[in-house]
Antibody, heavy 122, light 107 residues
Framework: EVQLVESGGGLVQPGGSLRLSCAAS??????????MNWVRQAPGKGLEWVAN????????FYVDSVKGRFTISRDNADKLVYLQMNSLRAEDTAIYYC?????????????WGQGTLVTVSS | DIQMTQSPSSLSASVGDRVTITCRAS??????LNWYQQKPGKAPKFLMY???SLQSGVPSRFSGSGSGTDFTLTISSLQPEDFATYYC?????????FGPGTKVDIK
């Protein structure tokens, strides 16, 4: 069974930095074939897609509100994806989910982690 | 950026009811649409892709349709475990925006 486990969340002051990690595991999970995404959910709010990275790491995309502040990266050898978050703001407070997506033979497969909470507050 | 809207924002229904949720994109996204189910305190669950293809293991009472800008998610006979919030998401072009969600609760 595939598992994605996020870590690195916590309380940080406005203007501070945090690095989230997402570790993938599971037999038969070809991490290097998956687009990896970060999706967040502010308390009591809906889902917001934040960023994703191509399987080989050559392309990255971000929502406008985090461009220039957040950086997504991955390590295919160790099956890890990261979200470096700088210049954090109160509005970045949310549960951050890691999600992997892959299409093979016309069939899409997705896996989600359970999330890690980031709180930006003084 | 492509904006996604959903209607209704919430609905009350009974077990056995047929439920339809509508999702609309601000521009054509072909069939590049996913649906998710989320229960309180849990991660979203991936239900459907390319507007109408069920993820493995999702019950057949769930169905999806649409293309271009207008899409629907239908639950043919609502079950107790279906009470949740449902989100659509376009994966046509980044940023891959979600709709605001539709909460389905018990009448």
């Amino acid at each position: 069974e595939v598992q994605l486990v996020e870590s690195g969340g916590g309380l940080v002051q406005p203007g501070g930095s945090l690095r989230l990690s997402c570790a993938a595991s599971g037999s038969g999970f070809s991490f290097s074939t998956y687009w990896m995404n970060w999706v967040r959910q502010a308390p009591g709010k809906g889902l917001e897609w934040v960023a994703n990275i191509k399987p080989d790491g050559s392309e990255k995309f971000y929502v406008d509100s985090v461009k220039g502040r957040f950086t997504i990266s991955r390590d295919n050898a160790d099956k890890l994806v990261y979200l470096q978050m700088n210049s954090l703001r109160a509005e970045d407070t949310a549960i951050y989910y890691c999600a992997g997506a892959m299409i093979q033979g016309g069939i899409m497969v997705q896996h989600w982690g359970q999330g890690t909470l980031v709180t930006v507050s003084s | 950026d492509i904006q996604m809207t959903q209607s209704p924002s919430s609905l009350s229904a009974s077990v056995g009811d047929r439920v339809t949720i509508t999702c609309r994109a601000s521009q054509s996204i072909s069939t590049n649409l996913n649906w998710y189910q989320q229960k309180p305190g849990k991660a979203p669950k991936f239900l459907m892709y390319v507007a109408s293809s069920l993820q493995s293991g999702v019950p057949s009472r769930f169905s999806g349709s649409g293309s271009g800008t207008d899409f629907t998610l239908t639950i043919s006979s609502l079950q107790p475990e279906d009470f949740a919030t449902y989100y659509c998401q376009q994966n046509y072009s980044p940023p891959f925006t979600f709709g605001p969600g539709t909460k389905v609760d018990i009448k």
